[in-house]
């Protein structure tokens, strides 16, 4: 089996390249496994370096190395090629998908990750815009998707880092407006109205803090879907904090929940469409799951985090 390990050097507050490297000669190098490194020349390569690695048709391990954003790039060129199993090695700020695993900081070990367990996971597919992308945790529309696919420019500024980028970003976005018209269709049931933002879940965490459905399985062949009904100004910080720690069950008038396997949504205007934490653009976007469409490879002796739920599908398109 091959090993390729697809570094993003922008990822989290510095370059890890240097450490990536020195960690996997030490320990793959002990081994005499063979591997190879590849660093990111911008948004987008790794898709490429990961897909053009996959065609050569041998066994292959990529692990990607940096946030969920990179997780998200070597999924999209990884993805329905059958010989490739995909990993992370975290090195972002956020590092969401690893906490759907009862010990994230396993994913740092490459020990146990030499020595892992393969599982296999859904994935979101993403249609808008004329483009089709996948996702392995979250897709959103909305106020959050513009707060959040926009922080990465406002980080650029002099002065301002993480937490002050989320919030000029905030700012920014509120002034622009908290909601907007979409048309929410679940094959026969139709949702029609202003939203303050839609969220299709896959895994449970996303914006490294936000975890809107605790219960959802990326395992299940369903998606869990969240809508956020008009809020004003003065609500909308109690709103998106309860959003924000996943109690929705306890606001039935403001939150609406339903599983399905697939919905479309359509808006007025363009809408920006977060996937993973890359932004499209499109009118009008479709999502539905693809089942175990993930070779996921676990460290040794980690699980994934199991929640007791009670499952409701809502017809597909």
């Known amino acids: 089996m091959k090993h390729l390990f697809l570094v993003n050097p922008a990822a989290g507050l510095c370059d890890r390249t240097a450490q990536i490297k020195a960690a996997a000669n030490a320990v793959l ?56 199993v995909i990993t992370h090695y975290p090195a972002g700020s956020g590092n969401d998908f690893v906490k759907l695993f009862d010990a994230p900081d396993a994913f740092r ?52 880092g993480g937490s002050g980028a989320y919030l000029l970003s905030t700012v920014v976005n509120v002034f622009r407006g908290i909601h907007q018209p979409y048309t929410v269709d679940f094959g026969s049931r139709r949702i029609r109205g202003d939203q303050t933002l839609i969220c299709v879940c896959n895994g449970s965490w996303y914006g490294g803090s936000f975890h809107p459905v605790p219960d959802a399985r990326p395992d299940d062949g369903l998606l869990d879907v969240l809508m956020v009904k008009p809020v004003g100004l003065l609500r909308l910080a109690t709103a998106i904090g309860r959003y924000k720690q996943g109690e929705y069950r306890s606001f039935p008038n403001l939150i609406t929940h339903c599983r399905t ?25 479709s999502f539905s799951v693809v089942p175990h469409g993930l070779r996921f490879l676990m460290p040794a002796g980690v699980r994934l985090l199991s929640k007791e739920r009670n499952q409701e599908l809502i017809g597909v398109i």
Request: one cysteine or more.
């Open 261 to 285: 396997d697939r919905l479309r949504v359509t808006c007025d205007a363009d809408s920006v469409v977060n996937v993973d934490g890359e932004a499209l653009t499109a009118r009008e976007v």
């Open 29 to 84: 190098g002990s081994r005499s496994i063979p591997y190879a490194i590849a660093v990111s020349r911008g948004p987008g390569d790794l898709t490429e370096r990961a897909r053009t690695a996959c065609a050569a048709g041998e066994d292959i391990r990529l692990y990607a190395c940096g946030g969920d954003g990179t997780l998200n790039e070597v999924i999209n060129g990884a993805v329905g090629f059958e010989n490739a």
């Open 109 to 160: 070990d490459l020990e146990r990750l030499l020595d892992g367990v393969e599982t296999h996971l859904d994935l979101i597919c993403c249609q808008a815009g004329g483009q089709r992308r996948y996702a392995a945790n979250v897709c959103s529309l909305g106020l959050d998707a513009r707060i959040g696919t926009e922080i990465a420019a406002y980080r650029r500024l002099p002065v301002v």
